[in-house]
């Protein structure tokens, strides 16, 4: 290849077939990201290829060794001046997107790796569009998930190429989806392996392009009628999911596709304004919020250079069997030890059914359980890196645990307990050397719940802690350091929320109402089903636990009498709900006299007075992290952007002088200080 021309964000070069390559390598920065300057490049870039008679195609790649384009840079969201400036960038990319289209010569679109938000929407302005085949390629428009929706011609683009019913589900999601199935939909004209990518792209690059025409029920569904019955449909599925008062950018979406359909330039003139209000809007402010926090926690444990290949688990209950399934998925070889092998079955066959779900292909799947060896004898202590215990909450048996696998694991492997509210300092009191000894707290499901915290006790080494970290990281999950004690963070602000509901429910208000004020204020799942998913033993557990150090705490009867009677939640068909296949069955319709937002700010105040206690004692560093642990733990409200961050945003001398009122109603002295006297 001869090298053209080398701009600050581009590099043009022309192959021996006369196919120009114009690679996106953004300067500065280890992934491609789109700005202003990024775009003017680029116009100039489509501007002159409009009046360039020597090439025959273009193809568009990554000058990076990951990824596509990641999308728009999301730090450009707090530049704008006003509505009118986001409408006059979104414009201008759009125009910009309409020239690239318009070329006379074939543009294909090279994805090796994600393809998110604008990167797609660049994509799908080009002819054609080719993907590598693997599940790490990953095509979508996640922008409802920051609060806005596609503003560079996405939402009208996708729809276009795919049909509405295929496309809205997508948009309104945010869901991504890999080069195979992005084949299926008609998203991409080919996927094939990496070593092919190259050679299909140069096929579409010389291929003549013929302009797509809508099938026949793409063409049905654009007549205005048949669009408000569509419509219609799309809200109702959404209102099933998500509050248009939380979460508007979907709602949008579907509005003006109703309204404007997909053809001439109104649509995309619409996609920009309605994009551009929800940049101003307090949940996008918040989300965009959210995705910087999630940024710094994965960040954390980038000074340690561990590396470690061998994982051994010790416990196959559903916590450490899906832990060594998901350390298998990422790559590991894994040992699961338990007392016998009957024990260690189950957490194989759920790690199939897991692998089966993610990545459908059989070899795949057999690759991942290949890495995954039963070990009733605990061999694997001797050759693995890193050792996670992970049985029951009795403090006895972690202390054995440790003080056996001390003696016999390599020197330089980290120790590690998965206990969710012990304190390491307890724990370690066995060992000869307790700086070994850190926590790596997961929670459930391990496959879908992002966050693990890292554990550090007061004799815990630094450097374990920076190489605890880094693997969380490598298992690609979000590590959130963690002072040990009781309860650590999640479950300390869990557990009285938690009660609270119990409480309620014997003061005779109905469960399902309890959670409905909860997914009413924003929560994903509300207290009493989110008990039953953790498992009521779990939570009778915990609760314990931290009833020993907190004289508050106090433990409703009903809790003990549910698990004595074996009702511990979904993984037993009954709990507070009843389930049928693990599936809930849905409780007669019933109401409350109470209004629900009073339900909810009982609830809220008991997890914010928890947060502040928590703050006030240096559980975690600071209000960030805080915050951040609760969303992606729990799943607090994202678009109200943390417990701390939603007090701020509130008046929290009010919310403060309500929570004391709450206590006193309930007879309970409140000891705690006022939250404005927290540094936040």
């Not at 025959?56 to 790649?61: E, P, R, S």
């Not at 998965?418 to 009191?429: M, R």
């Not at 709990?575 to 319709?589: D, H, I």
Request: glycine share 6%.
């Amino acid at each position: 290849m001869m090298t053209i021309t080398k701009y600050k964000n581009w590099r043009l070069e022309t192959d021996e077939d006369q196919i120009l390559w114009v690679y996106f390598d953004r300067a500065n920065s280890s992934v491609n990201t789109m700005n202003r300057e990024v775009m003017e490049e680029f116009a100039g870039i489509v501007e002159s290829i409009m009046v360039d008679t020597v090439h025959k195609g273009v193809i568009i790649a990554s000058g990076k060794e990951k990824g596509f384009i990641a999308g728009a840079d999301i730090a450009e969201f707090n530049k704008f001046r006003d509505i009118n400036d986001a409408v006059a960038l979104l414009r201008r990319v759009q125009q910009i997107f309409d020239r690239l289209e318009s070329l006379k010569i074939p543009v294909v679109a090279m994805i090796d790796g994600f393809c998110m938000g604008g990167g797609m929407e660049l994509s799908l302005a080009c002819h054609y569009r080719v993907a590598e085949d693997s599940s790490k390629t990953r095509l979508g428009l996640p922008e409802v998930r920051l609060g806005i929706h596609p503003g560079w011609g996405g939402s009208v683009r996708l729809p276009k190429l795919i049909g509405v019913l295929k496309a809205m589900p997508l948009i309104l999601s945010g869901s991504t989806v890999t080069g195979k199935v992005a084949a299926k939909l008609g998203i991409v004209d080919a996927a094939v392996p990496k070593r092919h990518l190259v050679k299909a792209a140069k096929f579409y690059a010389l291929k003549k392009y013929t302009p797509r025409k809508p099938s026949f029920l793409q063409s049905i569904i654009e007549f205005p009628v048949m669009r408000k019955v569509v419509a219609y449909f799309l809200r109702q599925q959404l209102r099933a999911k998500v509050n248009p008062l939380q979460y508007p950018a979907p709602f949008d979406v579907i509005n003006n596709w109703e309204r404007f359909g997909l053809d001439g330039v109104k649509p995309y003139e619409r996609e920009a304004q309605t994009a551009s209000k929800l940049f101003f809007s307090e949940t996008s402010q918040n989300l965009v919020r959210v995705f910087f926090l999630q940024d710094q926690l994965k960040a954390l444990g980038k000074e340690s250079d561990f590396a470690p290949k061998h994982v051994h688990v010790i416990g196959a209950g559903t916590m450490g069997g899906d832990i060594a399934a998901w350390c298998a998925f990422q790559g590991y070889t894994v040992t699961l030890q338990d007392r016998e092998p009957k024990f260690i079955a189950p957490a194989i066959k759920r790690a199939y059914a897991m692998c089966k779900e993610k990545l459908k292909e059989t070899n795949l799947i057999q690759a991942v359980m290949d890495r995954l060896t039963p070990d009733v004898e605990g061999r694997g202590i001797e050759y693995a890196d890193v050792i996670i215990e992970a049985v029951f909450e009795n403090l006895a048996v972690k202390q054995a645990i440790f003080k056996d696998a001390e003696t016999r694991a390599k020197p330089t492997a980290i120790l590690a307990t998965n206990t969710s509210s012990i304190p390491l300092d307890e724990i370690n009191t066995a060992m000869k050397d307790p700086r070994r000894l850190v926590g790596i707290h997961f929670f459930n499901p391990v496959s879908k719940m992002l966050l693990v915290e890292i554990v550090k006790g007061d004799r815990t080494d630094t450097t374990v802690v920076n190489d605890a970290t880094a693997f969380v990281r490598k298992l690609d999950r979000l590590p959130l350091p963690v002072k040990s004690s009781p309860g650590f963070l999640v479950n300390r602000i869990l557990m009285p929320y938690l009660l609270e509901a119990v409480i309620l429910m014997e003061e005779g208000i109905p469960a399902s109402v309890i959670d409905k004020a909860m997914t009413q204020f924003g929560m994903p799942m509300g207290p009493v089903a989110l008990a039953d998913t953790v498992g009521i033993d779990i939570c009778l557990s915990v609760a314990q636990n931290l009833a020993q150090f907190f004289p508050d705490v106090k433990i409703p009867q009903i809790l003990q009498d549910m698990v004595a009677q074996g009702k511990l939640g979904r993984k037993t068909g009954s709990g507070f709900y009843e389930y049928k296949n693990g599936k809930l069955v849905k409780p007669a319709q019933t109401t409350s006299v109470i209004p629900l937002e009073e339900i909810s700010n009982r609830l809220v105040l008991c997890l914010l007075n928890e947060s502040f206690a928590c703050l006030r004692e240096g559980v975690v560093a600071n209000s960030d992290l805080l915050d951040a642990g609760m969303i992606f733990a729990t799943g607090f409200a994202p678009f109200r952007g943390g417990p701390i961050h939603y007090a701020k945003t509130q008046d929290i001398h009010e919310l403060y002088e309500q929570f004391v009122r709450l206590q006193e109603t309930k007879g309970t002295k409140v000891v705690v200080k006022d939250w404005e006297a927290i540094d936040i």
